[in-house]
């Protein structure tokens, strides 16, 4: 039986990384299988409305950043109250979700995917500023440090973890030190390196509605 996020990618027509190394094996389902799935999913798509554009754009950024729809709408409603005078509130939006713990530890490469660094945080896995927080969606900012437990380092899940640092190029607004394990916000993300693979746009007037 084929995982329900492979299926979210091949509805989506396009990568959204939600399975880790899968994702980048030539038995990635979205490679084997580029169409919708279900018995309906090699006939020719008919054409979406505005409203159905706008729902997938919405579709794919949620699944990007692993979140729920209560989760995900809050950020953005969020940022819609505060839209006035703010010249690009996509990249205000980008902003809040690159900044959570998750997507960081994430962006880190401490984890191979956000679900599974969600685990990780959910499982009191990570410090911050040398805090243990277990609140995967907590807000992070430029100066702040994150950390793998000493005790956690000696799990399964982190074996081999300074190799594979080594070949993981982090974002600019971040760095890490791969014999200590930890990382550091020295930065704020933007929209051009989060490159998110939806159209922001589309999503503000879909919660406009």
């Keep these: 039986m084929q995982d329900s996020k492979c299926k979210i990618c091949r509805r989506a027509g396009i990568k959204l990384f939600l399975k880790g190394e899968k994702c ?3 038995k990635c389902p979205l490679i084997m299988k580029p169409y919708n799935p279900g ?7 008919r054409p979406l409305s505005e409203y159905g554009k706008e729902l997938r754009e919405k579709q794919k950024l949620k699944s990007w950043y692993n979140l729920g729809e ?7 409603k ?9 010249e690009d509130a996509a990249a205000l939006l980008v902003q809040k979700l690159e900044t959570r713990l998750d997507n960081i530890v994430y962006r880190l490469g401490f984890a191979n995917s956000r679900s599974s660094a969600r685990q990780l945080v959910s499982h009191g896995h990570l410090y911050v500023n040398n805090k243990p927080i277990d609140i995967p969606s907590y807000q992070l900012k430029k100066g702040d440090k994150v950390s793998i437990r000493s005790h ?3 799990k399964m899940v982190f074996q081999n973890l300074s190799t ?3 070949k ?6 971040l760095e890490v030190d791969n014999e200590k394990l930890e990382g550091k916000v020295t930065g704020l993300p933007t929209l051009e390196e989060a490159a998110p693979p939806a159209e ?3 999503i503000f007037e879909f919660y406009s509605r």
Excluded at 39 to 45: D, I, N, V
Excluded at 70 to 76: C, E, G, L
């Design 70 to 76: 209560r989760q995900f709408k809050k950020y953005v």
């Design 200 to 202: 922001i746009s589309s």
């Design 168 to 173: 993981h190029k982090p974002p600019l607004w």
């Design 24 to 26: 980048f094996s030539p």
């Design 164 to 166: 594979i640092l080594k």
């Design 78 to 86: 969020e940022i819609l109250d505060r839209r006035g005078g703010v």
């Design 152 to 154: 956690s380092q000696k």
């Design 39 to 45: 018995k309906k999913g090699r006939r020719r798509p």
